[in-house]
């Protein structure tokens, strides 16, 4: 790795960093500029959670997270509805001058909590005193960080940005207009917008619309600060499809495991179709839907003799478990020292072999050279003859086709098909040329539709058994018990079987005994089993939709995928938030600025920070502009 020399690094501070999404992609961040590199160096994140704080430095790989109550007393009282412990004290302006390891940071970052913001959160709600009280930390959460800067390092940051939900545009109007007057009587320019999406920005698999304040502080930085290039959206499969399977937690970490769900839950997902959401369940044609058992990998399997064998389960038998019931056995040699009957032809003038039961060309000496049919004069020389088209024709007797010759070796009939005859296409690739004679015995006309899936009830009849005692249903065309109802209930057999058949067993008592011929029709082979789950039962089940994917929640892990989060933390292991419960790490992340679209406005905060340093406060520029400089004269119209 090639070190260099000629770094230039920007200080930045985070104030409500959380778990540090921010943070990593400031990190990331990197601008080469006039034969030098730029780059971002994280005085601090302040946070008022320990354990956010911990996740803050176990993702960057950083000690600078800075665990700090920003409430004053009154906000304290409102939020938490009681006064502070005794040695709770209100942060000073020289907290933070020292969290910032006494630095004015070139770059201020502030995500301040947007809960009381949200339009998650009931109107009336939000209005009340204690959501009040945190929806103020926008304002005084910045007013104390310019008070440090101010009173002990004698300057401003150069650039401010903060973040927050598109709903403060409405809920929060007075915050903003206290930010706005505040940042101006300092000198900042500002640019106020609820339309950024984060998602183009980072080039993310989501959309992720926010509220963006940036602020330019003229007298350090003159010139422009450019909008980050927009980048195309992810499909969310193009973000989790490289992802380790959910549920493997080995590979992917212990965010990675499902969400134990409710059945009924389960169901529903099963239910909604992909890209809808919980009003399809209304339009749910549930009376034609059933949830059947789709039997696990190795039903029918043949185990190879030189391989292990798979585990012998309690329910072995082909087709019902993935327990190898059948196996490749070499020891039968069919060919050289097998059956030595199979396809022999025995002569006239020996004994016959032994006539068995099961007598044929391919089971036993079945066959015979007879002598009986000679060459001879005056045979019939004719018979069965094949006469050549090019040559005359014997002459014509009166005797049938075994006597005469009265076949013909036609070359009129070109047995040869067209090419594609009886073609199917393949769904996915382009159709053949549509023929004028488009028949299947002609052309490709047929193809492997896979829209038709093979699901219970789409014929009703499959496998029916009529009553005796009522009419029966319609013959068809295609008379079978998997087409139609071809079985009956016939009262006439009358039978005795043995006891315990068809018989069902208790799951709290000791099983019957276990016979050779142990099926249900032989013995007390089946169970009442309990496991099937109940609508509030919690656990992970696979049901496949009908569009033939299956519904499930998101893991945590592929959560913070989705959030532009590493794979991998820097010490190694799969990405992983300690200290916290599932729930909880979801909030965190998801309350996270995606690092990706961090680093994005990153690269265009040192690139103005480069130009400024040039002394470049103009150019031309197809680049759009986030933050220009504010114009002392009304435009005029040039004739």
């Given at each position: 790795m090639e070190a260099l020399e000629n770094?230039?690094?920007?200080?930045?501070?985070?104030?409500?960093?959380?778990?540090?999404?921010?943070?990593?992609?400031?990190?990331?961040?990197?601008?080469?500029?006039?034969?030098?590199?730029?780059?971002?160096?994280?005085?601090?994140?302040?946070?008022?959670?320990?354990?956010?704080?911990?996740?803050?430095?176990?993702?960057?790989?950083?000690?600078?997270?800075?665990?700090?109550?920003?409430?004053?007393?009154?906000?304290?009282?409102?939020?938490?509805?009681?006064?502070?412990?005794?040695?709770?004290?209100?942060?000073?302006?020289?907290?933070?001058w020292v969290a910032f390891k006494k630095q004015v940071p070139f770059f201020l970052f502030l995500s301040p909590p947007c809960k009381g913001l949200s339009g998650l959160l009931p109107q009336a709600k939000s209005e009340s005193k204690k959501y009040?009280?945190?929806?103020?930390?926008?304002?005084?959460?910045?007013?104390?960080?310019?008070?440090?800067?101010?009173?002990?390092?004698?300057?401003?940051?150069?650039?401010?940005q903060l973040e927050n939900v598109p709903r403060i545009t409405s809920r929060g109007k007075p915050l903003l207009r206290q930010l706005?007057?505040?940042?101006?009587?300092?000198?900042?320019?500002?640019?106020?917008?609820?339309?950024?999406?984060?998602?183009?920005?980072?080039?993310?698999?989501q959309s992720r619309v926010r509220f963006l304040l940036k602020a330019r502080h003229e007298a350090q930085i003159p010139n422009?600060?450019?909008?980050?290039?927009?980048?195309?959206?992810?499909?969310?499969?193009?973000?989790?499809?490289?992802?380790?399977?959910?549920?493997d937690t080995e590979v992917g970490g212990p965010l990675h495991r499902l969400p134990r769900l409710q059945w009924k839950t389960w169901m529903r997902l099963a239910l909604i179709p992909a890209g809808g959401d919980w009003r399809d369940l209304n339009k749910v044609d549930w009376q034609n839907l059933r949830v059947v058992h789709e039997p696990r990998r190795g039903a029918f399997g043949v185990a190879d003799w030189r391989e292990p064998s798979r585990a012998v389960t309690s329910t072995a038998?082909?087709?019902?478990?993935?327990?190898?019931?059948?196996?490749?056995?070499?020891?039968?040699?069919?060919?050289?020292?097998?059956?030595?009957?199979?396809?022999?032809?025995?002569?006239?003038?020996?004994?016959?072999?032994?006539?068995?039961?099961?007598?044929?060309?391919?089971?036993?000496?079945?066959?015979?050279?007879?002598?009986?049919?000679?060459?001879?004069?005056g045979r019939h020389p004719a018979q069965y003859r094949i006469v050549r088209a090019d040559e005359p024709g014997p002459c014509v007797t009166g005797t049938r086709f075994g006597s005469g010759a009265i076949a013909v070796a036609d070359p009129r009939?070109?047995?040869?098909?067209?090419?594609?005859?009886?073609?199917?296409?393949?769904?996915d690739a382009t159709a053949k040329t549509v023929r004028s004679a488009n028949r299947i015995m002609q052309a490709a006309g047929s193809i492997s539709d896979p829209r038709i899936s093979d699901r219970a009830g789409r014929y009703t009849d499959k496998f029916r058994v009529q009553a005796d005692g009522q009419p029966a249903a319609t013959v068809t065309g295609t008379t079978g018990v998997q087409s139609g109802a071809q079985l009956v209930a016939d009262p006439r057999v009358q039978s005795a079987p043995r006891a315990d058949t068809m018989g069902v067993q208790d799951w709290d008592k000791t099983a019957k005994t276990v016979t050779g011929s142990m099926d249900v029709h032989a013995?007390?082979?089946?169970?009442?089993?309990?496991?099937?789950?109940?609508?509030?039962?919690?656990?992970?089940?696979?049901?496949?939709?009908?569009?033939?994917?299956?519904?499930?929640?998101?893991?945590t892990y592929e959560l913070a995928m989705l959030q532009s989060f590493p794979t991998h933390l820097p010490d190694g292991r799969p990405f992983q938030l300690e200290g916290c419960s599932d729930a909880k790490a979801r909030e965190y992340i998801g309350n996270a600025v995606p690092r990706d679209a961090a680093e994005a406005m990153g690269n265009v905060i040192l690139l103005a920070a480069a130009q400024a340093e040039a002394g470049i406060t103009f150019e031309m520029s197809w680049d759009p502009v986030w933050v220009s400089p504010e114009e002392d004269q009304m435009p005029a119209m040039v004739h």
């Open positions: 770094i230039e690094y920007k200080t930045a501070a985070v104030l409500f960093g959380g778990i540090g999404g921010e943070s990593a992609g400031l990190l990331k961040s990197q601008v080469e500029y006039g034969g030098k590199v730029y780059r971002f160096k994280l005085l601090c994140s302040i946070d008022s959670d320990p354990v956010a704080c911990h996740n803050h430095d176990l993702i960057t790989g950083e000690k600078t997270a800075v665990q700090m109550d920003l409430f004053r007393r009154w906000q304290y009282e409102a939020w938490h509805g009681h006064e502070p412990p005794e040695d709770w004290q209100e942060v000073t302006p020289w907290d933070v009040q009280a945190m929806n103020y930390l926008t304002v005084s959460g910045l007013e104390i960080a310019l008070e440090a800067c101010l009173e002990y390092g004698g300057s401003l940051p150069a650039i401010i706005k007057k505040l940042l101006e009587k300092f000198g900042y320019v500002v640019s106020i917008r609820a339309d950024h999406n984060l998602g183009e920005i980072g080039g993310l698999g422009v600060i450019y909008y980050p290039e927009k980048k195309p959206l992810r499909s969310i499969g193009d973000v989790i499809g490289a992802l380790p399977a959910p549920g038998g082909p087709g019902r478990s993935n327990g190898v019931t059948a196996v490749s056995d070499p020891r039968l040699q069919i060919g050289g020292e097998g059956k030595t009957n199979i396809l022999r032809v025995q002569r006239s003038d020996e004994t016959a072999m032994c006539v068995t039961g099961s007598a044929g060309p391919h089971q036993g000496g079945a066959c015979i050279s007879d002598p009986n049919l000679t060459e001879r004069s009939v070109n047995t040869k098909l067209h090419p594609d005859s009886y073609g199917v296409q393949d769904w013995g007390a082979a089946a169970i009442a089993d309990p496991r099937i789950p109940a609508d509030n039962e919690q656990g992970v089940w696979m049901i496949i939709a009908q569009d033939g994917t299956w519904h499930r929640p998101l893991t």
